[in-house]
T-cell receptor
Framework: KAGVTQTPRYLIKTRGQQVTLSCSPI?????VSWYQQTPGQGLQFLFE???????NKGNFPGRFSGRQFSNSRSEMNVSTLELGDSALYLC?????????????FGPGTRLTVL | GQNIDQPTEMTATEGAIVQINCTYQ??????LFWYQQHAGEAPTFLSY????GLEEKGRFSSFLSRSKGYSYLLLKELQMKDSASYLCAVTGYNQGGKLIFGQGTELSVKP
């Protein structure tokens, strides 16, 4: 069974640009969550999508948005990039059924904003 | 609000036992996860505790006390490959896939 995949793995952008990151969950998993990981702040929850709807949201500005497609694949978008957005962006999927909400993480997308 | 505390770093010797503590304050607590993350890699699932008590899984065990807002991860027969960051994360009731993570404990295993 294939794991969670994320593309691209590495990305370099400049301030003011926008970026779209993609996540394909494990087959059959209905929930996809996004996290930002930085050395100073650790792993912080961005948002979660379930059945194409945003189910939970973290405390990030509106520049961070996402969506989920009918096949459970998810994308997140960051507009008007700032230097502080440089981070590892992790996506996690879970079955989320019968109390099973163990999250499986993808390898992440390393975003560098110059 | 939510607050999760764990030590920043720990050092232990190969073959020994180490206990990594995690304390949390959160409303609507549902369960607690432990993840392992090697440098440059994604976090991997270690354990999930919902009820009080100890859950054992091979060399790793995890304990939870809901009344005390406390958990620990116990690693036995330490190996060099156990050097990694250990992340404690809590999930709230009806919060689905939303995990709130602690800052992580960087464990160094020395020969």
């Amino acid at each position: 069974k294939a794991g969670v995949t994320q593309t691209p793995r590495y990305l370099i952008k400049t301030r003011g640009q926008q970026v779209t990151l993609s996540c394909s969950p494990i087959s059959g998993h209905r929930s996809v969550s996004w996290y930002q990981q930085t050395p100073g702040q650790g792993l912080q929850f961005l948002f979660e999508y379930f059945s194409e709807t945003q189910r939970n949201k973290g405390n990030f500005p509106g520049r961070f948005s996402g969506r989920q497609f009918s096949n459970s694949r998810s994308e997140m978008n960051v507009s008007t990039l700032e230097l502080g957005d440089s981070a590892l962006y992790l996506c996690a999927s879970s079955l989320d059924r019968d109390g099973n909400n163990e999250q499986f993480f993808g390898p992440g997308t390393r975003l560098t904003v110059l | 609000g939510q607050n999760i505390d764990q030590p920043t770093e720990m050092t232990a010797t190969e073959g020994a036992i180490v206990q990594i503590n995690c304390t949390y304050q959160t409303s609507g607590f549902n369960g607690l996860f432990w993840y392992q993350q090697h440098a440059g890699e994604a976090p991997t699932f270690l354990s999930y505790n919902v009820l009080d008590g100890l859950e054992e899984k091979g060399r790793f065990s995890s304990f939870l006390s809901r009344s005390k807002g406390y958990s620990y991860l116990l690693l036995k027969e330490l190996q060099m490959k156990d050097s990694a960051s250990y992340l404690c994360a809590v999930t709230g009731y009806n919060q689905g896939g939303k995990l709130i993570f602690g800052q992580g404990t960087e464990l160094s295993v020395k020969p």
